[in-house]
């Protein structure tokens, strides 16, 4: 099992409304992980979000406390509800209405890795989902809800930047139509997640960094921005996919000569959203 759920990195003083989380950069692949799965310690990688807690690490830096999950997302996907269960993973799931995120292997204890490759040989047993729920996702969604609750309570406003990698290939459909391809996607769920003044600076904040940015499309944001975005009561959820592309070998999965150039200027993103007031939220809704 992986050695720890979470870890969070608070700031000397809280300063900001923000509240950053990777919850996809979790890289603790246990011996015992490692022997039940059918992949080698490459190909597990390859759904990994990889350093992206290490390209915003400078969250605290600006005030603003930084969630990383510990297990790796070919274990547990803190993205998914704890419910979306697998019937074709999981042994005793009763098949449900159709979901397909779950239906392609990509429930919240995954089937499959990137390009559909599988995880396991056979099937886990429902105890075993339900220990990895309670002993990871339960925790990580706990201290997530708490940073949020702490953001609110201080500043009156909470903005979760849920921050996440994208293969390059993503983008070849808007490629192929000829238009420039965005390094940058930010998911609101279409305005349902966060305020348009939020997701206005956020985008702002990567443009002026001189990132290419586009919302929405294809990644709107998934379970953790539906389920934290509440902007009627003063919590924000917006979803950042980066190119992988622009910071490391995907195919090696290793930082390639432009890491640190990207991470300087994602530091310049953080402390821009860091900088976000609760008065500019509050005139914008009037």
């Known amino acids: 099992m992986p050695h720890i759920a979470y870890e969070v990195v608070r700031p000397d003083q809280a300063r900001s409304c923000a509240v950053f989380a990777s919850p996809h950069s979790g890289r603790n692949y246990s011996f015992s992980f490692l022997r039940s ?118 500043h009156g406003q909470a903005i979760l930047v849920d921050c996440h990698s994208m293969p390059h290939e993503a983008m070849d459909g808007v490629a192929r139509m000829g238009l420039k391809r965005p390094e940058v996607v930010l998911g609101d769920r279409f305005g349902a997640a966060a305020s348009s003044d939020v997701v206005d600076q956020i985008e702002a904040a990567f443009v002026k960094a001189g990132f290419t940015v586009t919302r929405n499309t294809p990644f709107a944001g998934a379970y953790i921005t539906q389920a934290y975005g509440r902007p009627a009561r003063g919590q924000h959820a917006v979803q950042v996919e980066l190119d992988r592309s622009l910071y490391m070998n995907e195919s090696l999965v290793r930082p390639n000569g432009d890491f640190e150039d990207v991470q300087k200027a994602l530091r310049g993103v953080v402390a821009e959203i860091a900088r976000i007031r609760p008065e500019s939220l509050a005139l914008a809704a009037e």
Do not use: C
Not at 54 to 60: E, H, I, R, Y
Not at 68 to 79: C, S, T, V
């Open 37 to 154: 799965t059918v992949l080698d310690g490459h190909s597990i990688r390859s759904s990994e979000d990889a350093f992206v807690d290490l390209l915003f690490n400078s969250a605290p830096h600006f005030g603003a406390p930084f969630l990383m999950a510990g297990a790796p997302r070919a274990f547990l996907d803190l993205n998914r509800s704890r419910d979306e269960l697998d019937p074709a993973l999981i042994e005793g799931v009763r098949r449900q209405a159709h979901n397909p995120r779950v239906a392609s292997g990509l429930g919240v204890i995954p089937r499959v890795v990137a390009n559909g490759r599988s995880i396991y040989q056979g099937k886990l047993t429902l105890d075993e989902a339900r220990a990895r729920i309670a002993t990871y996702w339960v925790p990580y969604h706990d201290m997530l809800q708490s940073l949020l609750n702490d953001a609110r309570a201080d």
